[in-house]
C-alpha cells in the first residue's frame, strides 16, 4: 500500500483506533539482532517517526542535524496522560534541579507529582552497533506490551530514548560491512574514523562541546534526567556484560548520593540479568568515574549508568572458547566465581542478538528500577541539588579582567556556560563563578588541579591504568588565570561575555582566526619580528608573512589526534590537504607543501600500516623507506615537518633526527603520565615560542622528552613538573626538552612531547603549534 493511502486509511479509522504500531521485521526485513543485520539510518530514522502515527505512547523529534547532515532524533515515551502534559513535567524538573527557586514543602509536593526522567543513549561508538538494534525493539515493547513492568515504566518515568549518538556512524559501519561480507575481512573495524573528526573521542567532549553530537544532545539541558544510561560494547572475552558500581576514583566533586543511586540501580540491573538467566555480569569493574568528558550528568544531578557488553564481530557471531576468556581483566577473573562476577559464561558462541537480549533486560530494568524508586529519586535529586548549592569552600572563583588571551578567556566562559555554570560580573570588571550554584561541582572540576590518587594494582605493584586521563583543569589547559575566592567580591551582577579583543597578538586565540580568516580569504598577513603579534594590514616594520601549505598526513587506521588535527585546523580557518602514504611515497612534495604535520600515533603504525592480511590490500601498508626517503628530502628542501607526541618517535628512528627519548623503554613503574598537565618553560626568543609566556602547562600522555643538543624552546623545570592529574618519574623528565626544533637541509623537523592540540581543549598550546605551522 502507497503511503498515501495508508495515510487516508489512518484518517479514516482514526475515531475507531490507530494503525498497528509496525513491528521491526515488518520494517526491517528481520528480527532485531539476526546475524548479519545491520542498519542503515534513513530505514531507522522512517521507523520512529512511523510510531507516532500507531501509538499515543511516543513522540518523536528530529533535534538538528550530524556533522554530516544526518537527521538526529530523540523519542520520549511515556503514558498517554504524561504526554499530553510535558511543559508540566519540565517545570517539575527545572524546580527540583534548583533548590533556589523551590522551598522543601513544594519540593515533597512535586517529587510526589513528578516523574522520573531517564535518557537513554545508544551507540555513540558506531562499531558497538547492537545498541540502535535494542532500542528499535525495545520501543516496539513499550508501545505494545501490557505487562506490570511497562505498566509501571509508563506510569512512572518520561523515556528518552536516542536510537543514536551518532548517526553519521551508524551508516560508515553498516557500508563497511556489507562490503566486507563473506570476505576474509567480514566483521572488521572501517578503515576510517566512525564520526567525521574525533571518531571513538567523540564520548569525551562533554566539557568542551566542540561537535555537533555534543552539542545536540540538549537533551540533558532541557530535562535534567534523574538517569543517563549510555549503551556501550567492549573486548569479547571476558564478561559479556558490565553494569555500575564503577571502579575508582570517583571524581571529588561528584556527589555521594548520585553514586550510592548509581550502585543501587546498577546492581539491581544486574540481578534483574541475573534472574532472566543470563551469564558472565560483572559489576565494580574495569570502569572508573573520573574525567567529565565522559560523565556530564554526574555534575548535573543525575546518574549514569554505563552497561558495557561483550562484542561479537560487528553482526557476525563469534566463538569464544574457554580457555580464551581473560583471567585478569580489571576487578575480575572472567573463568572464577567472585562477588562481583557470580556466574561466570562458560565461553562459546556469541552472536549479536545475545548482546540484544542482554540489553532489553537491562534497559527495561534500569527504567523499572527508575519507576519503582520514582519519588525517592525526586527528592534525592533536589537534596543534591541543595547539597551542590551549599558548598561554602572555595566561595567561588574570579577570572580576572584582561587576561593575555581574551579568546580563550571567552571560549572558558562559553563552555562552562553551555555546561550551565552561572556567571556573574563584579564591580572590577571580572567573571565570577560562585559555588552556591545547583552544579557548582561540575565548574569546581573544572576549574580547580586534579590530585588523581596513586593507584596500583596491587601494594608496590604497577600503576592501575585510568579508564581514561587523569587532568581537565581547564585554565592550565586555556592559558587563562583564574582565583578561588573565599567571600563574594563587591558590585556583583548577572554575567555578559567579554567583547572581542581589540588588538591582534599571537597569543590570541580570536586573532589567529582574524588572521586565518585573511588567509583563507586569499589576503595578506604581517607579524612583528619581535613580540611575534599579526596585524592584517601593513605596519611599518612588520613583515608580511606567506599562507602555509599545510598536508596532514592520514593513514588508514583510524586516529582520533589525526582528526581532532582536522577539526582545529578547519577551526581556525587554515587549509590543508590529506596526505596518504602512496601521495607520501611519490615525492616531490616541496613543491605543494610547506608543512607537513604528524598526528599522535606509533612510530610502528606509521611505518607499517595495517599489516598484510588484515585488510584488504588496498588498505595495507605504510610509509615504508620510500615515505622516509621523501620526507627527508621534504625537509632538506626547506620544507617542515611536524611530529606530534608519538609520533615524534618516527623521526628520530628514520629521519635521523639527533635527539634521545630519555623516558624511551622506562617501564610504567618509574615512568607514567597517562593523561596529565605538566608545568614547562619556554625560552620567547625562539620562533616556535613568539608570543606566549615563559611558563605554560602542556599536556602530556605517556609523552617523550629528550636529550639533545638541537634547539629545545619548551623543557621541564627542575621540579614541581606535575601541574595536574598524575606523573611518576618526575626525575626523568626534569630540564628535558618538551619541544626540539632540528635543523635538516634549509628545513625544520619539529618533535612535540606533547599533543599541543588536545581534543580542542588546549588552547594556550595551539600557539606553539601554530607558530610551527607558518615556521
Ligand atoms: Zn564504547
Given at each position: 500500500?502507497?503511503?498515501?493511502?495508508?495515510?487516508?486509511?489512518?484518517?479514516?479509522?482514526?475515531?475507531?483506533?490507530?494503525?498497528?504500531?509496525?513491528?521491526?521485521?515488518?520494517?526491517?526485513?528481520?528480527?532485531?539482532?539476526?546475524?548479519?543485520?545491520?542498519?542503515?539510518?534513513?530505514?531507522?530514522?522512517?521507523?520512529?517517526?512511523?510510531?507516532?502515527?500507531?501509538?499515543?505512547?511516543?513522540?518523536?523529534?528530529?533535534?538538528?542535524?550530524?556533522?554530516?547532515?544526518?537527521?538526529?532524533?530523540?523519542?520520549?515515551?511515556?503514558?498517554?496522560?504524561?504526554?499530553?502534559?510535558?511543559?508540566?513535567?519540565?517545570?517539575?524538573?527545572?524546580?527540583?534541579?534548583?533548590?533556589?527557586?523551590?522551598?522543601?514543602?513544594?519540593?515533597?509536593?512535586?517529587?510526589?507529582?513528578?516523574?522520573?526522567?531517564?535518557?537513554?543513549?545508544?551507540?555513540?561508538?558506531?562499531?558497538?552497533?547492537?545498541?540502535?538494534?535494542?532500542?528499535?525493539?525495545?520501543?516496539?515493547?513499550?508501545?505494545?506490551?501490557?505487562?506490570?513492568?511497562?505498566?509501571?515504566?509508563?506510569?512512572?518515568?518520561?523515556?528518552?530514548?536516542?536510537?543514536?549518538?551518532?548517526?553519521?556512524?551508524?551508516?560508515?559501519?553498516?557500508?563497511?560491512?556489507?562490503?566486507?561480507?563473506?570476505?576474509?575481512?567480514?566483521?572488521?573495524?572501517?578503515?576510517?574514523?566512525?564520526?567525521?573528526?574525533?571518531?571513538?573521542?567523540?564520548?569525551?567532549?562533554?566539557?568542551?562541546?566542540?561537535?555537533?553530537?555534543?552539542?545536540?544532545?540538549?537533551?540533558?539541558?532541557?530535562?535534567?534526567?534523574?538517569?543517563?544510561?549510555?549503551?556501550?560494547?567492549?573486548?569479547?572475552?571476558?564478561?559479556?556484560?558490565?553494569?555500575?558500581?564503577?571502579?575508582?576514583?570517583?571524581?571529588?566533586?561528584?556527589?555521594?548520593?548520585?553514586?550510592?543511586?548509581?550502585?543501587?540501580?546498577?546492581?539491581?540491573?544486574?540481578?534483574?540479568?541475573?534472574?532472566?538467566?543470563?551469564?558472565?555480569?560483572?559489576?565494580?569493574?574495569?570502569?572508573?568515574?573520573?574525567?567529565?568528558?565522559?560523565?556530564?550528568?554526574?555534575?548535573?544531578?543525575?546518574?549514569?549508568?554505563?552497561?558495557?557488553?561483550?562484542?561479537?564481530?560487528?553482526?557476525?557471531?563469534?566463538?569464544?572458547?574457554?580457555?580464551?576468556?581473560?583471567?585478569?581483566?580489571?576487578?575480575?577473573?572472567?573463568?572464577?566465581?567472585?562477588?562481583?562476577?557470580?556466574?561466570?559464561?562458560?565461553?562459546?558462541?556469541?552472536?549479536?542478538?545475545?548482546?540484544?537480549?542482554?540489553?532489553?533486560?537491562?534497559?527495561?530494568?534500569?527504567?523499572?528500577?527508575?519507576?519503582?524508586?520514582?519519588?525517592?529519586?525526586?527528592?534525592?535529586?533536589?537534596?543534591?541539588?541543595?547539597?551542590?548549592?551549599?558548598?561554602?569552600?572555595?566561595?567561588?572563583?574570579?577570572?580576572?579582567?584582561?587576561?593575555?588571551?581574551?579568546?580563550?578567556?571567552?571560549?572558558?566562559?562559553?563552555?562552562?556556560?553551555?555546561?550551565?555554570?552561572?556567571?556573574?560580573?563584579?564591580?572590577?570588571?571580572?567573571?565570577?563563578?560562585?559555588?552556591?550554584?545547583?552544579?557548582?561541582?561540575?565548574?569546581?572540576?573544572?576549574?580547580?588541579?586534579?590530585?588523581?590518587?596513586?593507584?596500583?594494582?596491587?601494594?608496590?605493584?604497577?600503576?592501575?591504568?585510568?579508564?581514561?586521563?587523569?587532568?581537565?583543569?581547564?585554565?592550565?589547559?586555556?592559558?587563562?588565570?583564574?582565583?578561588?575566592?573565599?567571600?563574594?567580591?563587591?558590585?556583583?551582577?548577572?554575567?555578559?561575555?567579554?567583547?572581542?579583543?581589540?588588538?591582534?597578538?599571537?597569543?590570541?586565540?580570536?586573532?589567529?582566526?582574524?588572521?586565518?580568516?585573511?588567509?583563507?580569504?586569499?589576503?595578506?598577513?604581517?607579524?612583528?619580528?619581535?613580540?611575534?603579534?599579526?596585524?592584517?594590514?601593513?605596519?611599518?616594520?612588520?613583515?608580511?608573512?606567506?599562507?602555509?601549505?599545510?598536508?596532514?598526513?592520514?593513514s588508514f587506521i583510524p586516529n582520533n589526534d589525526e582528526g581532532w588535527t582536522r577539526w582545529l585546523l578547519e577551526d581556525f580557518g587554515f587549509l590543508y590537504s590529506s596526505l596518504g602514504n602512496k601521495e607520501i611515497q611519490k615525492g616531490s612534495l616541496r613543491q605543494r607543501f610547506d608543512v607537513i604535520v604528524f598526528p599522535d600515533a606509533t612510530p610502528e603504525s606509521m611505518e607499517n600500516g595495517f599489516a598484510a592480511g588484515r585488510m584488504p590490500p588496498e588498505y595495507t601498508g605504510?610509509?615504508?623507506?620510500?615515505?622516509?626517503?621523501?620526507?627527508?628530502?621534504?625537509?632538506?628542501?626547506?620544507?617542515?615537518?611536524?611530529?606530534?607526541?608519538?609520533?615524534?618517535?618516527?623521526?628520530?628512528?628514520?629521519?635521523?633526527?639527533?635527539?634521545?627519548?630519555?623516558?624511551?623503554?622506562?617501564?610504567?613503574?618509574?615512568?607514567?603520565?597517562?593523561?596529565?598537565?605538566?608545568?614547562?618553560?619556554?625560552?620567547?626568543?625562539?620562533?616556535?615560542?613568539?608570543?606566549?609566556?615563559?611558563?605554560?602547562?602542556?599536556?602530556?600522555?605517556?609523552?617523550?622528552?629528550?636529550?639533545?643538543?638541537?634547539?629545545?624552546?619548551?623543557?621541564?623545570?627542575?621540579?614541581?613538573?606535575?601541574?595536574?592529574?598524575?606523573?611518576?618519574?618526575?626525575?626523568?623528565?626534569?630540564?628535558?626538552?618538551?619541544?626540539?626544533?632540528?635543523?635538516?637541509?634549509?628545513?625544520?623537523?619539529?618533535?612535540?612531547?606533547?599533543?599541543?592540540?588536545?581534543?580542542?581543549?588546549?588552547?594556550?598550546?595551539?600557539?606553539?603549534?601554530?607558530?610551527?605551522?607558518?615556521?
Open positions: 500500500m502507497s503511503r498515501k493511502y495508508a495515510a487516508g486509511w489512518l484518517f479514516l479509522g482514526l475515531a475507531v483506533c490507530r494503525a498497528a504500531v509496525p513491528s521491526p521485521e515488518s520494517h526491517f526485513g528481520q528480527r532485531m539482532g539476526a546475524d548479519q543485520m545491520v542498519l542503515d539510518w534513513a530505514k531507522v530514522v522512517s521507523y520512529f517517526q512511523s510510531l507516532p502515527d500507531a501509538s499515543d505512547r511516543i513522540r518523536v523529534e528530529e533535534l538538528g542535524k550530524s556533522t554530516e547532515g544526518r537527521p538526529f532524533i530523540a523519542a520520549t515515551i511515556a503514558s498517554p496522560e504524561t504526554l499530553a502534559h510535558l511543559d508540566r513535567y519540565r517545570e517539575i524538573q527545572r524546580r527540583l534541579a534548583d533548590p533556589r527557586l523551590t522551598t522543601g514543602s513544594e519540593a515533597e509536593r512535586l517529587a510526589a507529582e513528578g516523574k522520573t526522567v531517564v535518557l537513554i543513549t545508544c551507540s555513540i561508538h558506531a562499531t558497538e552497533l547492537a545498541s540502535t538494534q535494542t532500542a528499535v525493539e525495545f520501543a516496539y515493547r513499550l508501545l505494545t506490551e501490557d505487562t506490570p513492568r511497562i505498566r509501571a515504566i509508563l506510569r512512572n518515568t518520561i523515556f528518552l530514548l536516542v536510537p543514536s549518538l551518532n548517526p553519521d556512524g551508524v551508516d560508515i559501519v553498516t557500508r563497511w560491512y556489507r562490503r566486507t561480507l563473506g570476505t576474509p575481512f567480514e566483521g572488521s573495524s572501517p578503515p576510517e574514523l566512525y564520526q567525521k573528526y574525533v571518531g571513538h573521542d567523540n564520548n569525551r567532549d562533554w566539557y568542551m562541546f566542540t561537535q555537533k553530537e555534543t552539542q545536540l544532545a540538549k537533551l540533558h539541558n532541557v530535562w535534567h534526567p534523574q538517569i543517563v544510561y549510555d549503551v556501550h560494547q567492549m573486548g569479547s572475552n571476558a564478561a559479556r556484560i558490565f553494569v555500575p558500581p564503577w571502579l575508582d576514583p570517583i571524581e571529588p566533586n561528584i556527589d555521594a548520593i548520585i553514586m550510592q543511586e548509581s550502585n543501587m540501580i546498577g546492581t539491581a540491573m544486574a540481578a534483574d540479568l541475573t534472574a532472566a538467566g543470563q551469564k558472565g555480569v560483572a559489576i565494580h569493574a574495569m570502569y572508573d568515574f573520573w574525567t567529565p568528558s565522559r560523565h556530564y550528568q554526574a555534575f548535573h544531578g543525575g546518574m549514569r549508568i554505563l552497561t558495557e557488553s561483550a562484542s561479537a564481530k560487528l553482526a557476525s557471531p563469534i566463538t569464544v572458547k574457554a580457555e580464551q576468556l581473560e583471567t585478569e581483566a580489571l576487578g575480575y577473573n572472567a573463568r572464577e566465581r567472585s562477588w562481583n562476577f557470580l556466574e561466570p559464561w562458560p565461553g562459546g558462541v556469541w552472536k549479536l542478538r545475545d548482546i540484544v537480549d542482554d540489553q532489553l533486560i537491562a534497559m527495561e530494568s534500569c527504567l523499572y528500577q527508575a519507576a519503582l524508586h520514582r519519588e525517592e529519586l525526586l527528592r534525592n535529586f533536589y537534596n543534591i541539588g541543595q547539597r551542590q548549592t551549599a558548598r561554602k569552600s572555595p566561595w567561588g572563583f574570579a577570572i580576572a579582567a584582561g587576561q593575555r588571551d581574551p579568546g580563550a578567556t571567552r571560549k572558558l566562559l562559553e563552555t562552562l556556560s553551555f555546561g550551565q555554570t552561572e556567571i556573574e560580573h563584579d564591580a572590577a570588571g571580572d567573571q565570577v563563578i560562585r559555588m552556591e550554584q545547583p552544579y557548582s561541582g561540575w565548574a569546581k572540576a573544572l576549574l580547580e588541579r586534579q590530585h588523581y590518587p596513586d593507584m596500583r594494582l596491587y601494594p608496590g605493584g604497577p600503576p592501575q591504568r585510568p579508564y581514561d586521563v587523569t587532568a581537565h583543569t581547564l585554565p592550565l589547559l586555556m592559558g587563562v588565570q583564574v582565583n578561588a575566592l573565599d567571600s563574594a567580591p563587591p558590585g556583583l551582577a548577572q554575567g555578559r561575555l567579554p567583547g572581542k579583543p581589540a588588538t591582534l597578538k599571537a597569543a590570541d586565540s580570536d586573532a589567529w582566526r582574524e588572521v586565518s580568516r585573511v588567509w583563507t580569504g586569499g589576503g595578506k598577513v604581517w607579524r612583528d619580528p619581535l613580540t611575534g603579534d599579526f596585524a592584517t594590514a601593513s605596519m611599518s616594520g612588520w613583515k608580511q608573512i606567506a599562507r602555509p601549505r599545510i598536508g596532514l598526513y592520514r605504510g610509509l615504508g623507506t620510500g615515505g622516509a626517503e621523501a620526507l627527508r628530502q621534504f625537509a632538506a628542501a626547506g620544507g617542515t615537518l611536524i611530529f606530534l607526541n608519538r609520533a615524534s618517535e618516527y623521526a628520530t628512528r628514520h629521519l635521523g633526527v639527533a635527539a634521545r627519548n630519555v623516558v624511551h623503554g622506562v617501564s610504567n613503574n618509574e615512568y607514567y603520565s597517562p593523561g596529565s598537565i605538566l608545568n614547562a618553560r619556554l625560552d620567547t626568543h625562539h620562533p616556535l615560542a613568539a608570543g606566549l609566556p615563559e611558563d605554560l602547562a602542556i599536556w602530556s600522555e605517556q609523552s617523550p622528552a629528550w636529550e639533545t643538543a638541537e634547539a629545545a624552546p619548551v623543557h621541564y623545570p627542575e621540579s614541581n613538573v606535575l601541574a595536574s592529574g598524575w606523573l611518576l618519574g618526575e626525575k626523568y623528565l626534569a630540564r628535558k626538552a618538551a619541544l626540539v626544533d632540528a635543523r635538516i637541509g634549509t628545513g625544520h623537523i619539529v618533535l612535540f612531547g606533547m599533543r599541543p592540540q588536545y581534543r580542542a581543549q588546549s588552547y594556550q598550546t595551539f600557539k606553539l603549534f601554530f607558530n610551527a605551522l607558518i615556521y
